[in-house]
């Protein structure tokens, strides 16, 4: 027993002298890193990288904005003002996962175009907005957003 006990007491010896060991050789490591070390005065440009600028976004929409701006004309165009009146009218748009509400719908004829003003709400999850908006005929069966916008 006293045999095993005098080996056991040697290996924890010999793993504490190896640890001490190891931590003076880190040490004078770091040391010799730390003396030489890097300076940014030292550090020169380098002409070979070349880098280049994204010019902003010219129209500040969005691509799910768009989406629902889409949904929002057709279904305003779609829908049967006269049997409408002031009820309001549900939209959804699958794509992006927004809905709303389409109401004080009025149709209007404008330099010869028919026009159906609007205000709606966009539930999205970003949070709820109001806007109004005017879509117009450009052709047969052909419409266009000519103003959208929060409210």
């Excluded at 040391?31 to 990288?49: H, M, N, R, W, Y």
């Excluded at 699958?94 to 010869?112: H, K, M």
């Excluded at 966009?122 to 959208?148: H, I, N, P, Q």
Aim: aromatic content about 6%.
């Amino acid at each position: 027993m006293r045999g095993a006990q005098a080996s056991l007491e040697l290996i924890h010896r010999a793993s504490r002298s190896a640890l001490v060991l190891s931590c003076i050789a880190l040490s004078g490591m770091l040391a010799g890193c730390a003396a030489g070390g890097f300076s940014l005065k030292q550090a020169e440009v380098d002409p070979t990288i070349l880098t280049g600028a994204v010019p902003p976004s010219t129209d500040p929409v969005e691509a799910p904005q768009l989406s629902d701006q889409a949904t929002i004309r057709n279904a305003v165009s779609a829908a049967d003002v006269e049997s409408v009146g002031f009820a309001p009218l549900a939209w959804a748009n699958a794509e992006t996962g927004s809905r709303g509400t389409i109401s004080r719908l009025v149709e209007r004829r404008q330099d010869g175009r028919l026009c159906r003003s609007f205000t709606t709400s966009r539930e999205s999850f970003d949070g709820v907005s109001l806007y109004s908006g005017k879509a117009c005929m450009v052709a047969t069966g052909a419409w266009r957003m000519e103003k959208f916008g929060a409210l």
